[in-house]
Structure formats: structure tokens, C-alpha cells
């Protein structure tokens, strides 16, 4: 509440991963892209052991994209449901996240 600094985002080393850090400086999430995909990891680390979640962009149309988004890392390419998807408009700044049938935030 005093109106300080509580998170930024910076260049975590030099090959393009990004970290989040709290007001003290240290990482809390490291987010790597790798074909077309996002990956969060804990801390400051990239092993798959301290993943938190993959996210891929699936495009629907130029207005409404989807994001699947799995809790759990895939260890194939075989196809797994998603722990969620967001669906939305980045025009209208609109998004709906829904886990499995339910909608959980819009």
C-alpha cells in the first residue's frame, strides 16, 4: 500500500526467457517460448520438474483466440485436454476461462 514497485518483468538471461520478480528482485516465474508454445517454470529454473504450466495460442479468427492451457507437462505430442482454455477478444479486452465444461472467470 505504498504505492511502491510489487512486480516487474525482466530478461531472465540471454536466450529471450523472461522472469517475473517480486519488489526484492527475485524470480517467482521464468516463461520460455519454444514452437509456439509458453512454458512457466518456478523460480528462475527451466527443468521440466519445476514446470507450472504450458500454454499454446490456438488462433480462431483475427477478433476471438483461444489459449489451451495444461497444469501438467506433456510428455508426447499426443493430443491430452487442456487444464483450461481462455477464450476471448483482445480488441474488447473480453476473456472467459473455462475448465472442462464449467466456466470458471469471465
Known amino acids: 500500500a505504498s ?7 525482466a530478461e531472465a538471461d540471454g536466450d529471450g ?6 519488489a526484492a528482485g527475485c524470480a517467482l516465474v521464468t516463461v520460455r517460448t519454444s514452437e509456439g508454445e509458453w512454458q512457466a517454470f518456478r523460480g528462475i529454473s527451466s527443468e521440466l520438474r519445476h514446470i ?12 476471438r483466440k483461444e489459449v489451451h492451457v ?6 508426447t505430442f499426443e493430443y491430452t485436454k487442456p487444464s483450461y482454455r ?5 480488441f474488447r479486452r473480453a476473456c472467459t476461462i473455462i475448465k472442462g465444461n464449467s466456466i470458471v472467470a469471465q
Open 17 to 22: 526467457r523472461r522472469a517475473l520478480l517480486d
Open 52 to 63: 507450472i504450466f504450458t500454454a499454446k495460442v490456438i488462433s480462431v479468427s483475427s477478433n
Open 3 to 9: 504505492g511502491g514497485l510489487a512486480f516487474r518483468v
Open 86 to 90: 481462455l477464450i476471448g477478444n483482445p
Open 70 to 75: 495444461y497444469t501438467k507437462p506433456r510428455s
